[in-house]
T-cell receptor, first 110, second 113 residues
Framework: EDQVTQSPEALRLQEGESSSLNCSYT??????LFWYRQDPGKGPEFLFT???AGEEKEKERLKATLTKKESFLHITAPKPEDSATYLC???????????FGQGTRLTINP | DTAVSQTPKYLVTQMGNDKSIKCEQN?????MYWYKQDSKKFLKIMFS???????INETVPNRFSPKSPDKAHLNLHINSLELGDSAVYFC????????????FGDGTRLSIL
């Protein structure tokens, strides 16, 4: 069964304290992996697409990496404004839909 | 310059009523989606339309009926609302197939009394 699992469920960091969020997946024939950020009361905001193992993408303090079984979202020297829920999603081959993980709720304390 | 817009943002209604949520996108995308996000924040697809044609229906009760009058609009009508329908409903759009990123609206929070 196609599945996407994110860990940890929640993460609390001090401002400037770097860490990583994990997204592991079991899908047949990976066609890409997406990272989104969701703020309270808002829709998911697209961050990155990764299409193949070894690929990396960066945006400000965020860097996403992809292996054959998982993806990491590294956050370097985070600021309070980076607090949000981070979601990863994988398209299912042969079906035009995304399967989302349950998200990691990230809180950055000043 | 809103990309994907949904109305209303909040919807509070009684059990048994019928209600509609509207969605419009100005990104020129040809595929639109409805998702349901439950109380545990888990996002699950309900429907997908490509060029006004239904391509995904994820075993959603037939009380839910999507309608796509054109490529830029996908509305969701819900009949005989039940308590379990309380959730946040998100509309999204993308170019073509599932390996293109989807862009989401800000959601409609539906509360059933």
């Amino acid at each position: 069964e196609d599945q996407v699992t994110q860990s940890p469920e929640a993460l609390r960091l001090q401002e400037g304290e770097s860490s990583s969020l994990n997204c592991s997946y079991t899908v047949s024939g990976l066609r890409g992996l997406f990272w989104y950020r969701q703020d309270p009361g808002k829709g998911p905001e697209f961050l990155f697409t990764l299409y193949s193992a070894g690929e990396e993408k960066e945006k400000e303090r965020l860097k996403a990496t992809l292996t054959k079984k998982e993806s990491f979202l590294h956050i370097t020297a985070p600021k309070p404004e980076d607090s949000a829920t981070y979601l990863c999603a994988v398209p299912i081959q042969g079906a035009q839909k995304l399967v989302f993980g349950q998200g990691t709720r990230l809180t950055i304390n000043p | 310059d809103t990309a994907v817009s949904q109305t209303p943002k909040y919807l509070v209604t009684q059990m048994g009523n019928d209600k509609s949520i509207k969605c419009e996108q100005n990104l020129g995308h040809d595929t639109m989606y409805w998702y349901k996000q439950d109380s545990k924040k888990f996002l699950k697809i309900m429907f997908s339309y490509n060029n006004k044609e239904l391509i995904i229906n994820e075993t959603v009760p037939n009380r839910f009926s999507p309608k796509s009058p054109d490529k830029a609009h996908l509305n969701l009508h819900i009949n005989s609302l039940e308590l379990g329908d309380s959730a946040v409903y998100f509309c999204a759009s993308s170019h073509g197939t599932s390996n293109q990123p989807q862009h989401f609206g800000d959601g409609t929070r539906l509360s059933i009394l």
